[in-house]
């Protein structure tokens, strides 16, 4: 399968940010609140630590195969079928963590703003924007994420910046209280739902990608914006709310955004939140969206991945409406088995390529 289009390493890093922010904005708090307590902060600045490591790893291998994706990589590597099982896998992978990212800004939608809607209903306008989308290819997928950025980011430094009166350090008092492990078990969840899916990111760097010099230090300095972002939301949700309530509540940045109140200047500036988040998200649905579809045509040797993005949306639609049967559900899922079914796929299987192709002499080469 042949893909002409191309992006700037600049478009590239830019589509990280919001990849990465993606469900964090709305989710991380809580979960980090839940492990953490009152090193909820900590927790996030320790988890972005880790993740810069996680980003140098995946820099590595993509010099180790310059000018492949993933399925290249693991067709070289692994033989074309071992290879193109393995890839189909990682459909499946991209598939269902789509799904449950669409699932998440349904339910979301349906609990917070629009109750009467139908989930389903909600489900299809969203995949109808992000099949279109990809349609048009990800080099239109690049150039939107140039045009919204600048709003995206605009819109949560408004939240953060009225937030800072309301904040009270008192409430995340004492630190290190319960010792570091839950800090570290915070900080690996949360490099498992921000970090680690980055691994999609290989179906357009480094083969897509036309401009690469210096790529390391720009891609490790957009990744300290994504995780400062981060951190700052937990920070700012904990000590305005407090530990507990952030830990209780689904969507705590939501909540923060709901109690901001500036007479004359803003009000309901709960809406800023909400669009600023689907907007992040309908980023992270494309990119996943784009890596299962991709992956999936090419493993199958179609000449164009467009033949069968429709009907891969409408699958996705479908299993957003059964990944999760409930919120318990979901919670129950993450906090058990999503964190290994991360690093199956977005540390096991890159490091077992590397090794296998130094083990076996395998070199990288071009594709076209």
């Known amino acids: 399968m042949e893909l002409n289009e191309k992006v700037t390493l600049r478009q590239f890093n830019l589509l990280m940010i919001l990849f990465i922010i993606g469900t964090s904005i709305l989710l991380s708090p809580a979960s980090l609140a839940n492990y953490a307590g009152n090193d909820a902060w900590l927790s996030a600045i320790l988890s972005v630590g880790i ?108 939240i953060f910046f009225f937030s800072i009166p309301s904040v009270q350090i008192d409430r995340i008092r004492p630190w290190l209280d319960s010792g570091f492990k839950p800090v570290l078990e915070g900080a690996l969840f949360d490099v498992s739902v921000s970090m680690l899916p980055l691994i999609v990111l290989f179906m357009v760097y480094p083969k897509l990608v036309t401009d690469k010099n210096r790529a390391l230090p720009k891609v490790l300095t957009s990744y300290l914006i994504a995780g400062t972002f981060i951190i700052a939301i937990t920070f700012i949700t904990t000590t305005v709310l407090g530990v507990k309530i952030t830990a209780n509540q689904a969507y705590p940045t939501y909540v923060v955004a709901k109690s901001l109140n500036i007479e004359g200047l803003i009000q309901r500036a709960e809406v800023v939140i909400a669009v600023s988040w689907i907007l992040t998200i309908f980023f992270k649905l494309s990119l996943y969206f784009y890596a299962s579809v991709t992956v999936l045509a090419q493993t199958l040797n179609l000449k164009t991945y467009r033949t069968i993005t429709v009907p891969m949306g409408m699958l996705t639609i479908a299993l957003s409406v059964i990944v999760y049967p409930s919120t318990t559900y979901a919670n129950e899922w993450n906090e058990t088995t999503w964190l290994w079914f991360a690093l199956t796929f977005g540390i096991a299987y890159p490091l077992l390529l590397s090794l296998i192709a130094m083990l076996r002499g395998v070199k990288g080469r071009s594709h076209p």
């Not at 939608?109 to 489900?123: C, E, K, N, Y």
């Open 51 to 158: 993740g810069m490591i996680i980003v140098i790893f995946f820099w590595m291998i993509s010099r180790q195969f310059p000018g492949s994706n993933l399925v290249d990589v693991s067709e070289q590597v692994l033989g074309k079928w071992i290879g193109k099982a393995v890839s189909l896998m990682f459909v499946g992978f991209s598939l269902l963590s789509a799904s449950t990212v669409l699932w998440v800004i349904g339910n979301f939608l349906v609990t917070q703003i629009m109750p009467a809607t139908p989930m389903l209903f909600l489900h299809f306008l969203l995949m109808l924007a992000v099949v279109y989308g990809v349609l048009l290819g990800i080099e239109v997928i690049c150039r939107t994420v140039e045009i919204f950025f600048p709003y995206i980011v605009t819109l949560l430094m408004i």
